[in-house]
T-cell receptor, first 115, second 109 residues
Framework: ETGVTQTPRHLVMGMTNKKSLKCEQHLGHNAMYWYKQSAKKPLELMFVYNFKEQTENNSVPSRFSPECPNSSHLFLHLHTLQPEDSALYLC??????????????FGPGTRLTVL | GQNIDQPTEMTATEGAIVQINCTYQTSGFNGLFWYQQHAGEAPTFLSYNVLDGLEEKGRFSSFLSRSKGYSYLLLKELQMKDSASYLCAVLDSNYQLIWGAGTKLIIKP
């Protein structure tokens, strides 16, 4: 595997379900990100982890819970979601962003539908 | 607040040239990125500008004017595969990327 991978690619869940999204980067980066992408809206940054420490939480509802066990893996745990949470969830990675501008590499995303 | 503006959609003809504009108002500036995103795929990096001027990379060029809060992406010799969304993003003073909503570019034969 190369680059940034995400699983699953598609997910349909009910509002009472619990599921997890997985992201893995094979680029040796130190920072990982979760974004939400809704149609015709800007990418919304949800969480940032730098060297496994969460450095950003952009007022994301508690029904989204991130986990970063090491600098190569990132999870997004989902529970009791709402239909408006349906979107494309993108994972990205980069070198340490505090060290200066650094290109972000994106995974293919998980298309989430909440019924 | 922080704001990135770019047109929602543009249409161009195969073989032609198109310019996609981006204006921004952010708290601080540490550079501007352009990404390309094909439908159903991940965004991929196209260019990064931090100093004023034009950066050329093959058929794609990106321009920045920091005093005007303005950038454009210029695509030459358009090909059908260039049909995609083009995302403008600014790195703010906290080194966080602020994203525009993207410009969907439609290429017609």
């Amino acid at each position: 595997e190369t680059g940034v991978t995400q699983t699953p690619r598609h997910l349909v869940m009910g509002m009472t379900n619990k599921k997890s999204l997985k992201c893995e980067q094979h680029l040796g980066h130190n920072a990982m990100y979760w974004y939400k992408q809704s149609a015709k809206k800007p990418l919304e940054l949800m969480f940032v982890y730098n060297f496994k420490e969460q450095t950003e939480n952009n007022s994301v509802p508690s029904r989204f819970s991130p986990e970063c066990p090491n600098s190569s893996h990132l999870f997004l745990h989902l529970h009791t979601l709402q239909p408006e949470d349906s979107a494309l969830y993108l994972c990205a990675s980069s070198q340490d962003p505090s060290g200066g501008a650094s290109e972000q590499f994106f995974g293919p995303g998980t298309r989430l539908t909440v019924l | 607040g922080q704001n990135i503006d770019q047109p929602t959609e543009m249409t161009a003809t195969e073989g032609a040239i198109v310019q996609i504009n981006c204006t921004y108002q952010t708290s601080g500036f540490n550079g501007l990125f352009w990404y390309q995103q094909h439908a159903g795929e991940a965004p991929t990096f196209l260019s990064y500008n931090v100093l004023d001027g034009l950066e050329e990379k093959g058929r794609f060029s990106s321009f920045l004017s920091r005093s005007k809060g303005y950038s454009y992406l210029l695509l030459k010799e358009l090909q059908m595969k260039d049909s995609a969304s083009y995302l403008c993003a600014v790195l703010d003073s906290n080194y966080q990327l602020i994203w525009g909503a993207g410009t969907k570019l439609i290429i017609k034969p």
